[in-house]
């Protein structure tokens, strides 16, 4: 069993800036690919980015492309996603999701594992 825990949440203002680890444990420690994905009240959950197994290749969603970066530390077994300018309309859960694939995939049913998620709030 792998678990994953998110951290990094919080209330910021618009323009703001917040960086969440995703921090895995368990039998096996290190998910090779792993993807960023957020849920906001009464919307589907959308995906954000991902980053494969050695962090040499990333991907971002259009409403984020340029302002959110995902990265890794295979020895520290953790994912970050670092969020600057954020905006009201990046108000979510943000979780991270694990699958035994090297490179990421788009869609949460590629996904093998999940944190318990944490909450951003950016205010406007």
């Known amino acids: 069993q792998v678990h994953l825990v998110e951290s990094g949440g919080g209330l910021v203002q618009t323009g703001g800036s917040l960086r969440l680890s995703c921090t895995a444990s368990g039998r096996t420690s290190s998910i090779p690919a792993v993807g960023w994905f957020r849920q906001a009240p009464g919307r589907e959950r959308e995906f954000v980015g991902g980053?494969?197994?050695?962090?040499?290749?990333?991907v971002y969603a259009d409403s984020v492309k340029g302002r959110f970066t995902v990265s890794r530390d295979n020895a520290k077994n953790t994912v970050y996603l670092q969020m600057n300018s954020l905006k009201p309309e990046d108000t979510a859960v943000y979780y991270c999701a694990g699958r035994f694939y090297s490179d990421y995939g788009a869609t949460a049913e590629q996904y093998d594992y999940w944190g318990q998620g944490t909450q951003v709030t950016v205010s406007s």
């Open positions: 980053i494969n197994w050695n962090g040499s290749r990333t």
